[in-house]
């Protein structure tokens, strides 16, 4: 009986963290579609040829406007850097797109408030800052020429089909193109390729995170987070947060649910955003790294990754006590909250119909073959002559 009101106290943990953020995810998942169906793939490997200001700035954009799956940034990153972009400059957008994306911020904002997501946001761009300088000083011509190398075969990661995709509809005025039937037809399929690329992330955040609240006591992070040494543990947090993210395997979003429960158990708060920013140094898209541009150039990203990420955390935590607005630690009361009839439940009910709506598009115009060919490896779908145009 124990176990099973143990495991059903978890579930109900998750269910309810999942229930506030639903409509934040799907607000979030509808932007980014709708900007990755007005914005083309080739125009943006084009824009990021040259490793210089502009380019990082451009970068930076594009992620940030991009699909906010790790496994779909990864594939996209190689795809453009194959079509012409920079190394450093798709590495750039990778990172842009897993940490600067609108769902992210909005689940943020929701769970744990506005200090977090604008640590997020002052806190990524100063990780892609730290990054291009590393990249400028250490990366060598010699290590890009065997990624190249490596790239160009063309082994299969995860969510391929996603790289390769480009359904943008491109011609006519901005309004028109935004509100015609192609582009809801574009809209529908991107929304649904990302909650397909990343609900596995997202379920297995949330049954984490349920679990962790439920069943590890406040005592253990506490000792762990060494939140008796204020001044040991503000360097403590943004070192043991990417650690912490890398072992849990999550992606992207699904981090989320799993910082409000360290933030509970008393992780600072530089360690917070340093954990966030650590979904593209998990062990799976470690691997994936390693498949596309060799064993030296993953080991190469997981190293600047995790420098620039822990010195972003500690970073953004000293200039928010400087400015006296990192919050006190609270309680994410969210976690202990129940689904009740509130503005969130209302929230939630709209755009489950505008899913619906959405469901509907996606289904009745072949959205079933093209998760099909999202997962096969990109190669045959090449031979196919099948990059989205095919509608």
């Given at each position: 009986?124990?176990?099973?009101?143990?495991?059903?106290?978890?579930?109900?943990?998750?269910?309810?963290?999942?229930?506030?953020?639903?409509?934040?995810?799907?607000?979030?998942?509808?932007?980014?579609?709708?900007?990755q169906s007005v914005v083309s793939r080739q125009a943006v490997a084009g824009a990021l040829g040259r490793f210089d200001l502009r380019g990082v700035a451009l970068a930076c954009g594009?992620?940030?406007?991009?699909?906010?799956?790790?496994?779909?940034?990864?594939?996209?990153?190689?795809?453009?850097?194959?079509?012409g972009a920079s190394f450093a400059n798709a590495v750039i957008f990778e990172f842009a797109s897993t940490n600067l994306v609108f769902e992210l911020g909005l689940v943020l904002l929701?769970?744990?408030?506005?200090?977090?997501?604008?640590?997020?946001?002052a806190g990524g761009l100063l990780m892609v800052a730290i990054l291009a300088v590393i990249f400028k000083w250490t990366l060598r011509r010699r290590m890009v020429e065997q990624a190249?190398?490596?790239?160009?075969?063309?082994?299969?990661?995860?969510?391929?089909?996603?790289?390769?995709?480009?359904?943008?509809?491109?011609?006519?005025?901005?309004?028109?193109?935004?509100?015609?039937?192609?582009?809801?037809?574009?809209?529908?399929?991107?929304?649904?390729?990302?909650?397909?690329?990343?609900?596995?992330?997202?379920?297995?955040?949330?049954?984490?995170?349920?679990?962790?609240?439920?069943?590890?006591?406040?005592?253990?992070?506490?000792?762990?987070?060494?939140?008796?040494?204020?001044?040991?543990?503000?360097?403590?947090?943004?070192?043991?947060?990417?650690?912490?993210?890398?072992?849990?395997?999550?992606?992207?979003?699904?981090?989320?649910?799993?910082?409000?429960?360290?933030?509970?158990?008393?992780?600072?708060?530089?360690?917070?955003?340093?954990?966030?920013?650590?979904?593209?140094?998990?062990?799976?898209?470690?691997?994936?790294?390693?498949?596309?541009?060799?064993?030296?150039?993953?080991?190469?990203?997981?190293?600047?990754?995790?420098?620039?990420?822990?010195?972003?955390?500690?970073?953004?935590?000293?200039?928010?006590?400087?400015?006296?607005?990192?919050?006190?630690?609270?309680?994410?009361?969210?976690?202990?909250?129940?689904?009740?009839?509130?503005?969130?439940?209302?929230?939630?009910?709209?755009?489950?119909?505008?899913?619906?709506?959405?469901?509907?598009?996606?289904?009745?115009?072949?959205?079933?073959?093209?998760?099909?060919?999202?997962?096969?490896?990109?190669?045959?779908?090449?031979?196919?002559?099948?990059?989205?145009?095919?509608?």
């Amino acid at each position: 009986m124990f176990v099973l009101e143990q495991v059903g106290r978890a579930l109900l943990l998750s269910f309810s963290m999942f229930w506030e953020v639903l409509w934040p995810l799907a607000l979030g998942f509808l932007l980014s579609a709708v900007v990755q169906s007005v914005v083309s793939r080739q125009a943006v490997a084009g824009a990021l040829g040259r490793f210089d200001l502009r380019g990082v700035a451009l970068a930076c954009g594009f992620g940030a406007a991009s699909s906010s799956c790790s496994y779909a940034a990864v594939a996209v990153a190689r795809a453009l850097f194959r079509k012409g972009a920079s190394f450093a400059n798709a590495v750039i957008f990778e990172f842009a797109s897993t940490n600067l994306v609108f769902e992210l911020g909005l689940v943020l904002l929701v769970l744990l408030g506005w200090q977090f997501l604008a640590a997020e946001l002052a806190g990524g761009l100063l990780m892609v800052a730290i990054l291009a300088v590393i990249f400028k000083w250490t990366l060598r011509r010699r290590m890009v020429e065997q990624a190249r190398e490596q790239a160009e075969k063309g082994l299969a990661g995860r969510m391929e089909g996603h790289g390769e995709m480009d359904m943008s509809v491109t011609e006519g005025p901005f309004l028109r193109r935004l509100f015609s039937p192609k582009a809801l037809t574009s809209i529908a399929h991107y929304f649904y390729m990302d909650v397909a690329s990343l609900w596995q992330d997202l379920l297995l955040g949330f049954l984490i995170a349920g679990a962790l609240a439920a069943w590890v006591p406040e005592r253990f992070w506490q000792a762990f987070f060494l939140t008796d040494h204020p001044v040991l543990a503000q360097v403590w947090g943004p070192l043991v947060g990417p650690v912490t993210s890398m072992i849990s395997f999550v992606c992207s979003v699904g981090n989320v649910p799993l910082a409000a429960v360290l933030w509970n158990g008393g992780i600072s708060f530089g360690g917070v955003i340093s954990f966030i920013f650590a979904d593209l140094i998990i062990l799976p898209i470690v691997n994936i790294h390693r498949r596309y541009y060799g064993g030296r150039m993953s080991l190469y990203l997981l190293s600047v990754s995790y420098v620039a990420m822990a010195l972003a955390g500690l970073l953004v935590e000293l200039a928010f006590q400087a400015l006296g607005i990192v919050p006190r630690h609270f309680r994410v009361t969210v976690l202990e909250s129940r689904p009740e009839w509130n503005y969130t439940t209302f929230l939630d009910i709209a755009f489950l119909t505008l899913m619906a709506v959405l469901a509907w598009r996606f289904l009745t115009t072949g959205g079933r073959d093209m998760l099909r060919m999202m997962s096969a490896p990109p190669q045959r779908h090449a031979m196919e002559g099948g990059h989205g145009h095919h509608h």
